[in-house]
């Protein structure tokens, strides 16, 4: 008998769109993930990918259209217009299960890399002091900077705080992880510890939603490649349709662009 493997949809995205007064950014977006799915977002500066992973965890409010996690829409339809009403409590309980991980590392200066991993689990979870520091040691051994535990972030390089900042957003035990160009303000040496840190996090299994420009990174890493511009998805499908052989002139362009990137090296039987 064949095993069935059941895919669970951890997020869905219908019709999402974002104005800022009268700037429309986002123009109807629609996004289905699988748990331990990898998506890559591409497209150049002011398409929209921010906008959309800050959608996701509502640190910006949509315009109009749902958030679906875990199969439980985000907020409740108002009766009356049809628009979409959120509770803070309901929004705080959703970030508690998604991680975000910014261009910036945001660590707090005055608190050891342990403690910055620890803030969360014990401001939002209210869990124990053990339990805080066990988690805190557990996924700083996992980012390789368990030895930096009782450091201060300005005793770390850039793309070690970066590492801490993906250590304590894992703390927080999440269903699904977002990165927002997470090395775009690394010096490019420290570029590729960071990257090997979200691709063990892929070969492990999290569920990523990725912003990046780092086109060989989505081509090994990303399950799927999606194409943003002006505020819509132009081109999605495999890393090797999208970014090798892309179908649209925008996509083509954008490519053109970036120049090319090493590819995996063949694998020899």
């Not at 520091?133 to 996992?142: G, I, N």
Request: hydrophobic fraction near 40%; charge should be negative.
């Amino acid at each position: 008998m064949t095993d069935v493997i059941e895919k669970t949809e951890v997020l869905k995205i219908v019709g999402l769109h974002k104005s800022f007064d009268q700037l429309e950014v986002l123009k109807g977006i629609d996004l289905t993930m699988q748990k331990g799915e990898v998506v890559v977002l591409l497209g150049a500066s002011g398409s929209g990918k921010s906008t959309m992973l800050r959608c996701v965890n509502f640190m910006e409010t949509p315009t109009s259209g749902r958030i679906i996690f875990e199969g439980k829409p985000v907020g409740k339809i108002h009766q009356g217009n049809g628009a979409v009403d959120y509770l803070e409590k309901e929004l705080a309980i959703l970030r508690s299960h998604v991680g975000m991980v910014f261009q910036h590392f945001n660590l707090f200066p005055h608190m050891t890399v342990k403690e910055n991993v620890m803030e969360g689990p014990r401001t939002v979870l209210k869990l124990d002091k053990s339990e805080c520091e066990r988690r805190a040691l557990k996924y700083l051994e996992k980012v390789g900077l368990a030895w930096k535990a009782d450091a201060y972030p300005s005793q770390l390089s850039g793309g070690q705080q970066q590492r801490v900042a993906i250590a304590r957003a894992l703390a927080m035990e999440p269903s699904l992880m977002l990165f927002d160009e997470a090395t775009s303000a690394l010096d490019p040496e420290l570029v590729g510890e960071v990257l090997e840190t979200m691709k063990e996090l892929a070969d492990e299994g999290m569920t990523m939603l990725i912003v990046t420009h780092e086109l060989g990174f989505a081509y090994t890493v990303a399950d799927r490649v999606l194409f943003l511009a002006d505020g819509d998805i132009l081109e999605q499908g495999a890393p090797e349709d999208v970014l090798i052989h892309p179908k649209q002139e925008g996509t083509k362009k954008f490519l053109k662009g970036h120049g090319s990137f090493r590819l995996p090296e063949p694998q020899l039987d």
